[in-house]
């Protein structure tokens, strides 16, 4: 299994580090692309340094560089998770707008009919946003904004975020113990 891990600069990056973390532990090869702004946000809103997040990724590329690996659509991945998700990248994706590695390597894994997960992170959501999904939507690409659940009574952040990054683990049928499913408990 290989996966593409964008990191945009969206809230939530800590959805990323977690993916980044899990799937380390698990030894599924990553290859990370993370924009300027999720640089930023990582030291915004967790106590990580970009640098840590780097370390958990087998494999790291610039986001401008348009030349990387992750480009082109003869770079064998399984599919690409991007935690979180900013409006703007969706955008981006949705209109065919290659402007960054993650977007490009975005509209690559849908040219190749590969799954492509995007945890989308904005509230409340515009009808621009909504369209962009839509779209997006219809050409197989999973939109998965990280919704709290509460059936399994989460007690800490963490409870939460496990939760979203699982259910983009099931996506791929890999297997984790981030949360409990239904009827476990």
Known sequence: MKLIIGITGSTG????????????????????????????????????????????????????????????????INGMIVAPCSMKTLSAIANGYDDTLVARAAGVTIKESRKLILMVRE????????????????LNVIILPPVTEFY????????IVNHGVGKCLDQFDIDHDLYPRWGSF
């Open 13 to 76: 990056v800590i959805y990323g580090i977690r993916m980044l973390e899990v799937l380390k532990k698990l030894n599924i090869e990553t290859h990370l692309v993370m924009s300027e702004w999720g640089e930023k946000c990582i030291t915004m809103e967790t106590e990580h340094a970009p640098d840590y997040v780097k370390s958990l990724a087998t494999s790291v590329s610039d986001e401008k560089n348009m030349a990387a690996s992750v480009s082109s659509g003869t770079h064998r």
């Open 123 to 138: 509230t409340p959501l515009s009808a621009i946003h909504l369209e962009n999904m839509l779209k997006l939507s219809r």
């Open 152 to 159: 399994t009574k989460p007690k800490t952040i963490e409870d």
